[in-house]
């Protein structure tokens, strides 16, 4: 007979009882439709939206009128950035028209912090996003350009780089854990 592992109902509410304190911020939605674009004018254009402070950006197909294969672009920015942001969309696109709409964005807490890493030949400092719910880290994600100079660098795969970052943040967090703050809360 197979015994099952039961959960205390009970344990497991007492978890989700403390609400996550999130940031709050308004940030811009753009939006547009196009029927008439190559896939490298998009990837321009989400490569501009980028360069240009967006803080996302992607492309979702459907089909449109007349069984044509279509995108729809859609950009997250702060407020202040939605003209440039709608002028690059009309100018790399053609796009007659652009919709935005505004959104109250919940963002889970998270601070940026340099944690010192050896790999292979390389030693040096590299930035780490890490965020933290009731004082239970549950994300580390390295910046991914500074990984990618190291791949390049040393060459290896850059999944071996992003893993051997991740393990020395959480070894540099564990060492730090009873010091107090690491850095200021930043939000990105």
Sequence with gaps: M????????????????????FDHDVVAILETNVDDTTGETLARTIERLFSEGAYDATVHPY????GRQGYTIRVVSSR??????????????????????????????????????????????????????RGRIIRIKPEIEEAKQISDSQKIPL?????????????????????????????V
């Design 2 to 21: 197979a015994s099952s592992q039961r959960t205390d109902p009970e344990s497991t509410q007492s978890v989700r009882k403390v609400a996550i304190r």
């Design 63 to 66: 089909l449109g009128k007349k």
């Design 80 to 133: 202040d950035a939605t003209e440039k942001l709608a002028q690059i969309l009309v100018e790399e696109t053609g796009t007659l028209g652009v919709k935005t709409t505004e959104y109250t964005r919940l963002i889970v807490p998270r601070r940026v912090i340099s944690i010192p890493v050896s790999i292979e030949n390389f030693h040096g400092n590299i930035s780490v996003k890490v965020a933290e719910i």
């Design 159 to 187: 999944r071996d780089v992003l893993e051997q970052i991740v393990g020395a943040a959480k070894q540099y967090l564990a060492s730090q854990s009873g010091e107090g703050s690491l850095s200021q809360p930043t939000k």
